[in-house]
């Protein structure tokens, strides 16, 4: 089957389904969150005496500076000192631009460590047993690497992959092989304290989508989609799934048409990964639905199926939302745009 979906541009009220005015008060919970600008300690060391530098570093950045070495620029553990130094060096050198144009884009960073402890406070607020980081650090990486990477102890921040959707850097072949447009356009400063709040909402309830049938890989989905939108709720519905805004519009303009393609071909109860795969997953678009509508269209129609049911119980607290059946949320839900 094959319905097209022609995306009509409409009011952007409709974009988001969030309402900031009815978030609960935090400014009671304490978060304790300090910023640590890494990739000023980095690009400001005297590169003809690199290896002193980076012992340095060593110790004012214990855990994370290990992990820059070994997992972010891949260096080998087995190298010498100097031939670490040598390969820092030549890093420092290629992306002494990408850093030129995060000290202007992120001079003053504080707006940001204020939005995500605002979120973090959303966090403990809905879930009291979290242990929120205190510490956030800031980083530059390759461009087609690592981005943002959240642990129990330290939030990180890549400045590389928030520099603006028109940085001419990401229309690099380098770039698009690994993150192309449809990604790489919500490399954005708009985007930190969302994916901090993905990344935290996975640590907690890490995704266990094995053999799951499709609809049920949805709602899990959706589940994910609903809580982000409480723990960042100034944000608009199409930055949180990472459509468009025009994108977005259409998706809600459309909701049945989107429904009617998991309904009518008998995809619900599907376990064909090549099949649930084209439907829960990023991408482009969605071929069936014609070459204006974007990818991940499973996810969208998870969501509304949460939306929906958490409409209908009111009561229901975010913790027992993602520990909840998928199977028995969706038959609940009774969802039917």
Not at 9 to 16: D, G, T
Not at 35 to 55: H, I, M, P, V
Not at 278 to 291: C, D, R, S, V, W
């Amino acid at each position: 089957m094959r319905i097209i979906l022609a995306l009509c541009c409409l009011s952007l009220a409709i974009l988001s389904c969030n309402n900031d005015d009815k978030a609960p008060d935090v400014s009671g919970i304490r978060i304790e969150l300090h910023t640590e600008r890494f990739d000023q300690s980095l690009f400001t060391l005297d590169t003809l005496n690199l290896g002193a530098g980076l012992k340095a570093l060593q110790g004012k950045y214990p855990s994370f500076m290990p992990n820059f070495l070994g997992t972010i620029l891949n260096c080998d553990p087995g190298w010498t000192a100097d031939t670490t130094a040598a390969y820092v060096r030549g890093f420092i050198g290629v992306y002494r631009q990408v850093y030129d144009t995060a000290q202007v884009v992120f001079r003053d960073f504080g707006p940001y460590e204020k939005e995500i402890a605002k979120a973090l406070q959303y966090l403990k607020y809905y879930f009291p047993e979290y242990t929120a980081p205190k510490k956030l650090i800031t980083y530059i990486g390759p461009l087609d690497g690592y981005g943002d990477i959240i642990s129990d102890d330290e939030i990180l921040i890549g400045l590389h992959q928030h520099l603006g959707a028109g940085f001419s850097l990401y229309k690099s072949t380098l770039v698009q092989e690994t993150y192309p447009e449809y990604i790489s356009r919500r490399f954005t400063p708009d985007y930190i304290a969302i994916n901090c709040m993905k990344n935290a909402i996975d640590r907690l309830y890490p995704e266990k989508m094995e053999e799951k049938p499709l609809v049920q890989q949805m709602v899990e989905k959706g589940k994910r989609l609903y809580v982000l939108s409480k723990l960042v709720p100034k944000a608009e519905d199409y930055q949180l799934i990472g459509y468009t805004q025009e994108q977005m519009t259409g998706m809600y303009d459309h909701e049945r048409a989107v429904w009617d393609l998991f309904v009518k071909n008998n995809f619900l109860q599907t376990i064909d990964n090549n099949i649930i795969k084209n439907y829960i997953a990023e991408g482009p678009k969605t071929q069936e639905l014609g070459e204006a509508a974007p990818g991940n269209v499973g996810s969208f129609a998870g969501w509304q199926i949460v939306k929906k049911f958490m409409k209908e119980h009111p009561g229901y607290s975010l913790k027992k939302l993602m520990e909840a059946n998928p199977e028995t949320l969706f038959q609940e839900a009774k969802y039917k745009p």
